[in-house]
């Protein structure tokens, strides 16, 4: 039963195969097949059975099929036979046509092959011209390239090689030409490179020779705009200025009308166009340069060629020449070069990107500025000329103004002005002290004469002088100083004015402007004038009226110092009472010249008693007085009376001082003459007539040549002299001896040893002359006394000596 299952189940399975073996393509026949193989084990030899029969069956349906169609094959053939005649008939026709085709048919052959070979140069022309048509674009833009580089646009001719490179060569990179073209590439770059780089050097030496000129139209620029702000803020002080001061110093009107003078002049040139950098320098070079060595990939490598090479010429640019300071446009010309030189880099900066940085400008201006600072501070120390050290300011001022609009810091510029401002106002104080000296020189030292009211009021416009009492005076009349104070007063405002100068631009507040202008004036008065005020007194030729006029003159100019100060004030606008204000030192200045004056007076006026001294010509061994004073004496006197008629325009007390001096150098004078070691022996003759010299004096004295003395007080500078002669007229010895020592000794102001020395030389004298003296006893007796007296002096002294 299981067997027979299996079978039925086989046999449609085989029907299935067999209707796809003959149903399917043969191709596909074997996967069929190989089920049969992978069924059962018996399958196989079923599916041939099955197959035998299939086959069997088909040969029947075949033999029954040629059975029924062999009649018509056999008709078929018998008709195929009737044919056979024809057929051979159309084969001869055929084969006769064929053979007149065939040689109909040899020129139309040629002719094909002429046809198929034009066909093909036909086809190679268009392949060709394809080519062509494909290398043209790459020559084309080749040939541009050489033009470029003929017409020196290689920045352009750069970007055509990398079009080449990315875009053409690619498409015929198989021809040999392109390989050359390719092969050229990098030579040409080189070329350009070099080419680049020799203009940018030629550029960079173009802008090394027009430096000057770039800097000086920019510092031209600055100027100029400087100059309106100026006349705009000086137009804005003067309304107010108007609003509170009546009348104002001529410095403002002066400063007010040169601004404004100068921006009238500038408004001129400033209708005409304004060149900038662009205008003077042709930058083309540069930026080529740089695009170029971009498009190249070496920006660094020009970077830093073009940094190394302007700092070489920064250097140059900083080194000055020798003769630099000898005149205004050796700076100008240093300037003008510095400030060209920082211009170019300013607009580089801007322009290109990454070429110079902020930093490294900055770098390139700290070490151009330490160079410049050096330079300046040298050449400058050099300068003796004011008016070149101004211009020498103006100039920096201009050149730190300049370079400060272009963002470059400029501090230690307005620093180093501070410094050479000191150094311009020891050139004024020298220049100064030569303006005083001429002065002083000019000077006829005698008080100024005015005739008419109009020479008053020159005189009172000069100086600040009030004199009510004056003032009611008719003319003519004398002011009580002589010519050089007003010309001093006169040279003192111009020095402020010149020391102004140099105080504006500085970009400093009023306040310090003041203080400026104070210590500079401080300076002229305490050092420069006083200095040559104290030449001028030591100077031989001045005499005793001139020092009195001197004295005279300083007290005025001490007066005339609050008016400098109020001079001051009205151009500064600072007031006086403002705690920080420095005051000006005339008061100890004169003062001091007042006081070297009066000591002057002194010692001229001893030297001139001391010049008549000297003309004493006593007779020592004289017998008796010739009864009137000595004539060099009363010479003496009468120049002492009309000298002290001089001092009485001098402080009381500086006449006084000057008369008691006078006297008690007359005194000691004429105490040195008796005392003196040369003169060996003196008579009392001559002791007399010593003693009507020294009554004259008295009797000087007692006249009060000079008013304020108390009393007997001047003749007191005369004690010595007459205790001393008091003594030896009256021989009143044994007084002296007895008293001595006491306060209320008659000869208290009589030294012992004094006494000693004049009484030996009166005891020579008289062994001297008194040769038979001991032949009379009261010559004897006098000779006794005298050496007793002596002796007692000689113990008195010695006695002296030891106790102290």
Not at 132 to 160: D, F, G, H, N
């Amino acid at each position: 039963m299981a067997e027979g299952g299996e079978g039925l189940g086989t046999v449609p399975e085989h029907e299935r195969i067999l209707q796809e073996i003959e149903s399917t393509d043969t191709a596909c026949v074997g996967p069929t097949l190989r089920s049969v193989y992978d069924d059962q084990p018996n399958a196989h030899k079923k599916f041939m059975e099955k197959l035998d029969a299939c086959i069997r069956n088909h040969d029947k349906e075949i033999e029954k099929m040629c059975n029924f169609h062999h009649q018509g094959f056999v008709d078929a053939i018998t008709e195929l036979l009737k044919v056979r005649t024809d057929a051979e008939k159309l084969k001869v026709q055929v084969t006769d046509t064929n053979r007149r085709f065939q040689d109909s048919g040899k020129e139309m052959i040629v002719q094909t092959e002429d046809i198929i070979r034009c066909r093909i140069q036909q086809r190679n022309i268009t392949t060709v011209v394809e080519k062509l048509q494909l290398c043209l674009p790459v020559l084309e833009m080749y040939s541009k390239l050489k033009e470029q580089m003929s017409a020196k646009r290689y920045y352009s001719a750069l970007k055509t090689m990398e079009q080449l490179e990315k875009v053409y060569f690619p498409r015929v990179s198989q021809y040999r030409f392109c390989q050359l073209m390719i092969e050229n590439l990098p030579k040409l770059r080189e070329d350009i490179k070099e080419i680049s780089m020799s203009d940018l050097k030629d550029f960079l030496e173009s802008i090394r020779k027009h430096s000057d000129k770039i800097g000086e139209t920019a510092m031209k620029q600055a100027q100029q705009q400087k100059t309106f702000n100026v006349a705009l803020q000086k137009q804005n002080n003067v309304k107010l200025g108007k609003n509170m001061y009546i009348n104002r110093d001529r410095i403002l009107e002066e400063i007010n009308e040169i601004v404004l003078k100068h921006v009238l002049e500038e408004e001129d040139e400033n209708e005409e166009e304004v060149l900038s950098v662009q205008d003077l320098v042709d930058f083309s070079p540069v930026y080529r340069c740089l695009h170029i060595y971009s498009v190249l990939g070496d920006e660094e490598t020009f970077e830093n060629y073009y940094r190394k090479q302007r700092k070489k010429q920064a250097r140059l640019v900083l080194q000055p020449q020798s003769s630099m300071h000898e005149t205004v446009d050796g700076y100008r010309r240093y300037f003008t070069q510095i400030v060209g030189f920082f211009v170019v880099e300013d607009h580089i900066l801007h322009v290109t990107q990454g070429l110079v940085t902020r930093a490294y400008t900055d770098e390139l201006w700290n070490m151009a500025l330490s160079k410049i600072i050096a330079v300046l501070r040298a050449h400058s120390s050099y300068c003796t000329d004011p008016d070149l050290v101004l211009e020498l300011k103006n100039l920096i001022v201009i050149f730190a103004d300049t370079l400060q609009g272009y963002g470059f810091p400029v501090n230690r510029l307005f620093d180093l002005l501070f410094e050479i401002r000191d150094q311009y106002n020891e050139i004024l104080l020298k220049k100064w002290a030569g303006v005083f000296r001429d002065i002083f020189e000019e000077d006829n030292y005698s008080p100024i004469p005015v005739v008419s009211e109009e020479e008053y009021k020159i005189v009172i416009s000069k100086f600040p002088f009030q004199d009510p009492d004056l003032e009611k005076q008719s003319f003519p009349k004398k002011f009580p100083m002589s010519q050089s104070v007003p010309h001093i007063y006169i040279q003192v405002k111009e020095f402020i004015y010149a020391s102004l100068k140099f105080s504006e631009s500085l970009h400093r507040s009023s306040t310090e402007i003041d203080d400026m202008l104070r210590k500079s004036t401080n300076l002229l008065l305490t050092r420069t004038l006083s200095i040559c005020l104290l030449n001028l007194i030591k100077k031989p030729h001045i005499g005793l009226t001139e020092l009195v006029q001197i004295i005279i003159n300083t007290t005025h100019l001490e007066q005339a110092c609050k008016y400098l100060e109020d001079f001051i004030t009205n151009i500064t606008n600072i007031s006086q009472e403002t705690v920080h204000t420095t005051r000006l030192y005339g008061l100890s200045t004169f003062k001091d010249a007042r006081h070297a004056a009066e000591g002057e007076i002194y010692t001229k006026l001893n030297q001139k008693i001391d010049e008549f001294i000297q003309l004493a010509d006593y007779d020592w061994t004289l017998s008796e007085p010739d009864g009137r004073a000595s004539g060099y004496l009363m010479d003496l006197i009468n120049f002492l009376r009309s000298i002290f008629q001089v001092f009485t325009h001098l402080p009381g007390k500086v006449a006084q001082t000057a008369c008691m001096s006078a006297c008690q150098h007359l005194s000691t004078s004429l105490m040195q003459m008796l005392l003196d070691s040369e003169l060996k022996q003196i008579s009392m003759g001559a002791v007399q007539q010593f003693n009507l010299d020294v009554i004259q004096c008295e009797l000087f004295a007692s006249s009060e040549p000079v008013p304020g003395f108390q009393g007997d007080t001047l003749q007191l500078a005369f004690i010595d002299l007459r205790q001393l002669l008091d003594l030896f007229m009256v021989w009143d010895w044994s007084t002296y001896l007895a008293d001595y020592g006491q306060p209320a000794s008659k000869y208290l102001r009589v030294n012992p040893n004094t006494a000693l020395t004049l009484l030996e030389k009166i005891k020579d004298t008289s062994k001297k002359n008194n040769i038979f003296a001991q032949f009379r006893k009261n010559d004897r007796d006098k000779q006794k006394l005298i050496e007793t007296v002596v002796k007692q002096l000689r113990s008195l002294v010695n006695g002296m000596s030891q106790h102290a």
